[in-house]
């Protein structure tokens, strides 16, 4: 048996109004003249928040394309422009949702590895450390802030870079930065940790750690989308610890079904990362009963809609296509379903599960 010797995030705040204090934070981390790239969602152009970054020097703001999620040849060309115009850079600062996250943590690793990002889709992959990298949410439910992972398209797969060089040196968790995220998205993202929380404590790799966070992280979760009836200021602060310990939770288990699903649906259709997890948890009752009770609760009460019907129409070589990539995420499903997983989960029963979606 050998146990997991996990790599964390080195430091972090949190606090509402936090951010003004990063100017102080990255002071240390200034050498020279190179700069700070702020790697910003494009959601704040124009926006209040752009006045706030603690630009100095030939410090640089370049906002994010988050339109669809992040790709390797986005990575690759962000990292290939920051190089050309500056060398070297002192660090970067990605300040958004997930997406942005995870651009930022690939951007910094690819500014030291050499070579494509898609070299780096997998497990322990990259062999340098990246440069200093700062992670700012402005929407919560991924975990992005914490996890050793960044999930890339590439041209043949949609796989992170896992490794111990990808968690961020600092996090930045101010719960005023999330206060205008339109409710469908909150809940969207929300729900990515609600099902983390689920997938972990129903999994076989539970494990008192696990449990502990998770068991946290659901309760902030039941706390803002079951007991509450408006969104306050309280919430922000719930939701966004509710991401950081669903992280922490599935960094020491593993995700499930709804996660396993939802990566083909995301591969052959684009479906984003939140949308695509509900739409597979709200058929989900045989695996995980109780959350998808509750889950459906959250849905009706909350107002929001979750699309069906989204496999409509498409061809086997599509459903192949999808059960491929889902049936490839082996350790999600052992996590599910234990070690005979395979015999539980066949093709068949693979197959009309994506129907119904
Ligand atoms: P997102 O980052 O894709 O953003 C969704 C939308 O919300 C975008 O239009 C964005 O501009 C907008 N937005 C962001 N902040 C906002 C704000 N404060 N106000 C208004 N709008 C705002 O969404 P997400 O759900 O946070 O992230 C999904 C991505 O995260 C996917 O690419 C997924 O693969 C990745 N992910 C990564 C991990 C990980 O561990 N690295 C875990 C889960 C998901
Ligand atoms: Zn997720």
Known sequence: ??????????????????????????????????????????????????????????????????????????????????????????????IGGGSVMDLAKAVSLMMTNPGSSADYQGWDLVKQPGVYKVGIPTLSGTGAEVSRTTVLTGPTRKLGMNSDFTPFDQIVLDPELTKDVPANQRFYTGMDCYIHCIESLEGTYLNEFSKSYGE?????????????????????????????????????????????????????????????????????????????????????????????????????????AMMNVSLGMKPLWENALGKDWEKIMTREKLRALYEKL
């Open 216 to 320: 946290k992280a659901l309760q902030l979760c039941q706390k803002v989308f079951v007991e509450k009836d408006h969104w306050d200021n309280e919430s922000d602060d719930q939701l966004m610890m509710a991401s950081y310990a669903g992280g922490m939770s599935i960094a020491y288990s593993q995700v499930g079904v709804a996660h396993a699903v939802s990566y083909g649906l995301s591969y052959l259709l684009g479906t984003k990362h939140g949308i695509g997890n509900c739409i597979v948890m709200n058929h989900l009752e045989e695996y995980y009963p109780a959350g998808v009770k509750e889950f459906k609760h959250m849905v009706a009460k909350n107002n929001i809609d979750i699309p069906q019907g989204i496999c409509k129409g498409l061809t086997d070589e599509q459903f192949d």
């Open 1 to 94: 048996m050998s146990f997991r010797n996990f790599k964390m995030v080195s430091y972090v705040v949190f606090g509402r109004g936090s951010f003004n204090q990063l100017d102080e934070i990255l002071a240390p981390h200034r050498k020279g003249e190179a700069p700070m790239i702020f790697l910003v969602d494009h959601f704040f152009e124009g926006k209040a928040l752009l006045n706030r970054v603690p630009l100095r020097g030939k410090d640089k703001v370049i906002l994010a394309d988050v339109t669809h999620e992040p790709k390797t040849t986005q990575v690759d060309a962000l990292a290939k422009a920051i190089k050309d115009e500056f060398g070297t850079i002192n660090g970067v600062i990605g």
